[in-house]
């Protein structure tokens, strides 16, 4: 079968909710992927930073065959050897308290907005029905009807409602606006570090600091979405350390399992996750014996590896060197570690066509919205690779 015939069948059978390139991969390894016709691309995506390990990294490979050759699911029904070292090794990694193992990021998502609003009605004393959580424009958050109805991107909402209530928006980055924004009944405010889909916007400098005051003052939940920004993507393990704080409530997901498996967690470091009893909230497959191995496995690549420190290092020399390139039409080149991005002016006729040579010229990568290119390798990324990148990056935008 060739290239044509994959995407062919993908299109008489499958469900249209994806506008992939054209390219159909087959094989991984580090930051390099292979398509069906042998040829090569720099991975410059990561899955929307899941395999921040890189691709099919060995040592994670290893648990995964060791660990489902002996036992995979159990269900929480009964407990499994590999559950209380993960939740062990987790809190001591991220300084947290408890975790709530989930499998998807949404689901990570969606589990914080049931544990935060018990925390209001059983704590806080908010009147049943009335809690309020505070979400940011242009957030991603997942899928789900309850994440959908909050989002500010009309694609992700129309034709999805009627959706549930009690969210309330305000703009990114302003601190002021979540002080104006604050009621009796506010509950929680949920915020990405960093918002990715959106097209990396960074706050600016002091935002999280003053919105941890804010919360901590007001006696409200601060909930990171650090599904994308988290576990190393911009140079620390998490985006929350750039500013020195700690949320009440952070949500992992993605490179929790190297890209080998949906896992994801609600990290506590407050007593908030102690309002859940038994029979409350769960999942079949959140905290299985699989799940919970291979997301110890990813973490302590992470660690061993440097990967953090390695980001934040590749990073700046993969910004400095967008810089140094001097391409025509560009509005803004930011980043943070290795999340970072180029957004073009208008003129320049959107992104897309810039992703489509990258891609020729064995670059992967994915515009968001219409002009902002973002580029996210794995972690693993060496200062050769980066160099590949820049020197793709630079032929394409200056058009040779
Ligand atoms: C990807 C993402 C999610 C959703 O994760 P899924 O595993 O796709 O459900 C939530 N929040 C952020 C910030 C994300 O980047």
Known sequence: MKTQDYIDLENQYGANNYAPLDVVLTKGNGVWVEDVEGKRYLDCLSAYSAVNQGHCHPKIMQTVTEQMSKLTLTSRAFRNDQLGLFYKELCELTNSHKVLPMNSGAEAVESAIKVVRKWGYTVKGVPEDQAEIIVCD?????????????????????????????????????????????????????????????????????????????????NIMLVLDEIQTGLGRTGKLLAEEHEGIEADLTLIGKALSGGFYPVSAVLSNSEVMDVLNPGEHGSTFGGNPLAAAIARTSLKVLVDEGLVENAAKMGEYFIEGLHRLEPPHVKEIRGRGLMIAIEFEPEAGGAKPFVKAMAKKGLLCKETHTHTIRFAPPLVITKEEVDFALKVIGEVLNGE
């Open 138 to 218: 242009s957030n991603f958050h997942g899928r789900t009807i309850s994440i959908v109805g909050f989002s500010s991107d009309e694609d992700s909402r129309k034709g999805f409602g009627p959706f549930p209530q009690g969210f309330v928006t305000i703009p990114f980055g302003d601190a002021q606006a979540l002080r104006d924004a604050i009621t009796p009944n506010t509950v929680g405010f949920m915020v990405e570090p960093i918002q990715g889909e959106a097209g990396v916007n960074i706050p600016p400098d002091g935002y999280l600091k003053e919105v941890r005051e804010i919360c901590t003052e007001k």
